[in-house]
C-alpha cells in the first residue's frame, strides 16, 4: 500500500475534498477519487470523510492507496501485433474475430486476456472488468486499439477521447455506389427498442454523432470509403451506413449480407486504419496505423481484376 499526505493551505480552503485532491494529483480522475472515498481509503485528520467534505486551512489529508484487487481474469499468451509501446501505454492491430475483453460467452481468447500476458501490473487500471482498455471496437472489426498501462496514462488518454481530441480513420466496404463521393452522416443513435443488440438512428431521442465519408473506389456492387467519425457512439458507423441504406459488407445485423458468387466476407468489412492522438505523458502528437487486413485486400483485388 502506498500512502500519500496533502497539507491543505489557505487558498484550497473550502474546496470539496474530491475536487482538491484532483487538483493536487495527477493519478486519479475526481470520479476514480470519489470511489477511494467511498470504499473509505481517503482520511481528513485521521477520520473517514466524505467527498462533499470542504476542507480547511492545515487539513491533513491521507489517501491510502491500495493494490488493484485480482480481476479474476486470466493471462493468456495469444500473441500480440504491436504497433507501438512504451512505459506508459501500447498501440495493438486487433484482428477481426477477437472480443476486446471478456463477457457472458467470452471469457477467453480476448484482448484484455492477451494483455494481462503480456503487461506487469496492468490488472485493476481503468478498472478491473477492462484493465487498460480506453476504447472498444466490435468483435468483427479489426484495427488500431489503444491501451493504458498506467493510470494517469488511461485518465488523459480517456479524457482525449471525451473531448474529441483524438482523431480516427476508419476503411470500409459498403453495398452499392455511394453518392455523392463525400459527405457527411449527423444522426442521433440510440438502442433499438425491439433487439436490444442493435442500435438505430430512427429514434426521436438518442445521442448525437456524425460521421464524415469520403469514396476511395467504386466496383461493380460496392463502394470503398475512407471514413472519420467525431463522436464514438456503439456500432456508430455501420449504424450510419446503414442509415443511408449502404450497409457494410458482411454486416449481418445491419443489412450487409451479400450474396456473393466470386468471394464472401466472412465478418463485417470494417477496419479501424488509423488513430491520432497526444502522447499522455509527454504530449508529442502520434499516430498509430494498421495495414489493410487481407480479407478487405483481397476482396478489393478480385473485383480490381475483374473490372480489367
Same mark, same amino acid.
Given at each position: 500500500?502506498?500512502?500519500?499526505?496533502?497539507?491543505?493551505?489557505?487558498?484550497?480552503?473550502?474546496?470539496?475534498?474530491?475536487?482538491?485532491?484532483?487538483?493536487?494529483?495527477?493519478?486519479?480522475?475526481?470520479?476514480?477519487? /470519489?470511489?477511494?472515498?467511498?470504499?473509505?481509503?481517503?482520511?481528513?485528520?485521521?477520520?473517514?470523510?466524505?467527498?462533499?467534505? /470542504?476542507?480547511?486551512?492545515?487539513?491533513?489529508?491521507?489517501?491510502?492507496?491500495?493494490?488493484?484487487?485480482?480481476?479474476?481474469?486470466? =493471462?493468456?499468451?495469444?500473441?500480440?501485433? %504491436?504497433? &507501438?509501446?512504451?512505459?506508459?501505454?501500447? =498501440?495493438?492491430?486487433?484482428?477481426?474475430?477477437?472480443?476486446?475483453?471478456?463477457?457472458?460467452?467470452?471469457?477467453?481468447?480476448?484482448?484484455?486476456?492477451?494483455?494481462?500476458?503480456?503487461?506487469?501490473?496492468?490488472?485493476?487500471?481503468?478498472? %478491473?472488468?477492462?484493465?487498460?482498455?480506453?476504447?472498444?471496437?466490435?468483435?468483427?472489426?479489426?484495427?488500431?486499439?489503444?491501451?493504458?498501462?498506467?493510470?494517469?496514462?488511461?485518465?488523459?488518454?480517456?479524457?482525449? &477521447?471525451?473531448?474529441?481530441?483524438?482523431? /480516427?480513420?476508419?476503411?470500409?466496404?459498403?453495398?452499392?455506389?455511394?453518392?455523392?463521393?463525400?459527405?457527411?452522416?449527423?444522426?442521433?443513435?440510440?438502442?433499438?427498442?425491439?433487439?436490444? /443488440?442493435?442500435?438505430?438512428?430512427?429514434?426521436?431521442?438518442?445521442?448525437?454523432?456524425?460521421?464524415?465519408?469520403?469514396?476511395?473506389?467504386?466496383?461493380?456492387? &460496392?463502394?470503398?470509403?475512407?471514413? *472519420?467519425?467525431?463522436?464514438?457512439?456503439?456500432?456508430? %458507423?455501420?449504424?450510419?451506413?446503414?442509415?443511408?441504406?449502404?450497409?457494410?459488407?458482411?454486416?449481418?445485423?445491419?443489412?450487409?449480407?451479400?450474396?456473393?458468387?466470386?468471394?464472401?466476407?466472412?465478418?463485417?468489412?470494417?477496419?479501424?486504419?488509423?488513430?491520432?492522438?497526444?502522447?499522455?505523458?509527454?504530449?508529442?502528437?502520434?499516430? *498509430?496505423? =494498421?495495414?489493410?487486413?487481407?480479407?478487405?485486400?483481397?476482396?478489393?483485388?478480385?473485383?480490381?481484376?475483374?473490372?480489367?
Amino acid at each position: 500500500m502506498r500512502r500519500l499526505e496533502f497539507l491543505v493551505g489557505s487558498n484550497h480552503q473550502t474546496l470539496r475534498l474530491d475536487v482538491f485532491l484532483s487538483e493536487n494529483q495527477k493519478e486519479f480522475s475526481r470520479s476514480h477519487l /470519489k470511489k477511494l472515498i467511498e470504499q473509505g481509503h481517503i482520511f481528513v485528520n485521521n477520520s473517514p470523510a466524505q467527498a462533499k467534505y /470542504k476542507v480547511k486551512t492545515g487539513d491533513k489529508v491521507i489517501l491510502n492507496i491500495h493494490p488493484p484487487s485480482p480481476s479474476g481474469i486470466e =493471462a493468456e499468451p495469444i500473441p500480440l501485433k %504491436i504497433i &507501438f509501446e512504451d512505459e506508459v501505454m501500447l =498501440a495493438v492491430n486487433k484482428p477481426a474475430g477477437m472480443v476486446v475483453h471478456p463477457a457472458p460467452g467470452h471469457a477467453k481468447g480476448t484482448l484484455v486476456n492477451a494483455l494481462l500476458s503480456h503487461c506487469s501490473g496492468l490488472s485493476g487500471i481503468g478498472g %478491473i472488468e477492462r484493465p487498460g482498455i480506453i476504447h472498444r471496437l466490435d468483435k468483427d472489426t479489426s484495427g488500431v486499439v489503444l491501451i493504458a498501462k498506467s493510470e494517469i496514462a488511461h485518465r488523459v488518454l480517456a479524457n482525449q &477521447f471525451k473531448n474529441r481530441k483524438i482523431k /480516427k480513420t476508419y476503411l470500409a466496404l459498403v453495398r452499392g455506389i455511394v453518392k455523392p463521393a463525400s459527405g457527411i452522416i449527423e444522426s442521433p443513435i440510440g438502442r433499438h427498442k425491439i433487439n436490444r /443488440k442493435k442500435m438505430t438512428t430512427t429514434l426521436n431521442q438518442g445521442r448525437e454523432a456524425e460521421t464524415r465519408y469520403e469514396v476511395l473506389e467504386t466496383l461493380e456492387h &460496392f463502394s470503398y470509403l475512407r471514413l *472519420f467519425p467525431k463522436t464514438g457512439r456503439t456500432h456508430q %458507423i455501420r449504424v450510419h451506413l446503414a442509415s443511408i441504406h449502404h450497409p457494410v459488407l458482411g454486416d449481418k445485423l445491419y443489412g450487409g449480407k451479400v450474396a456473393d458468387p466470386h468471394l464472401n466476407i466472412p465478418r463485417q468489412a470494417l477496419h479501424a486504419h488509423r488513430i491520432e492522438i497526444n502522447h499522455p505523458i509527454n504530449k508529442k502528437p502520434l499516430f *498509430f496505423e =494498421a495495414p489493410v487486413p487481407s480479407d478487405i485486400k483481397n476482396y478489393l483485388t478480385k473485383y480490381r481484376q475483374n473490372s480489367n
